[in-house]
Nanobody, 128 residues
Framework: QEHLVESGGGSVQAGGSLRLSCAAS????????MAWFRQAPGKPREGVAI????????YYADSVKGRFTISQDKAENTIYLQMNSLKPEDTAMYYC?????????????????????WGQGTQVTVSS
């Protein structure tokens, strides 16, 4: 049973930083697309960042480009989302997701339903 566990959420003021972690207990990230999605109340789930763990390529939503960085630690079977210059509009529940197989990363980031494995989410709240 694949299991993804997020951590690192919290409350910060605008301009602050947080680092989210996603630990895969049995799911190897070494041959997967790993992504971060977020969902604010009353809004659809939004793709934030995606990583091709084989080649290390990354892709970001325009709303976070230049502020967020997705990375991986294969030895720890963990991916991270470093979030800098946080804004109130970044407030959401953040989810880690994983899938095998191919795809164009920009497209995958818009297709949450294509990811079979999800964590439980971690809340990020940014106050102005």
């Amino acid at each position: 049973q694949e299991h993804l566990v997020e951590s690192g959420g919290g409350s910060v003021q605008a301009g602050g930083s947080l680092r989210l972690s996603c630990a895969a207990s049995s799911y190897s990230i070494s041959r997967a697309y790993m992504a971060w999605f977020r969902q604010a109340p009353g809004k659809p789930r939004e793709g934030v960042a995606i990583l091709n763990s084989v080649v290390g390529a990354t892709y970001y939503a325009d709303s976070v480009k230049g502020r967020f960085t997705i990375s991986q630690d294969k030895a720890e079977n963990t991916i991270y989302l470093q979030m800098n210059s946080l804004k109130p509009e970044d407030t959401a529940m953040y989810y880690c997701a994983a899938k095998h197989g191919g795809g164009i990363m920009a497209h995958l980031l818009s297709q949450a339903a294509d990811f079979p494995y999800w964590g439980q989410g971690t809340q990020v709240t940014v106050s102005s």
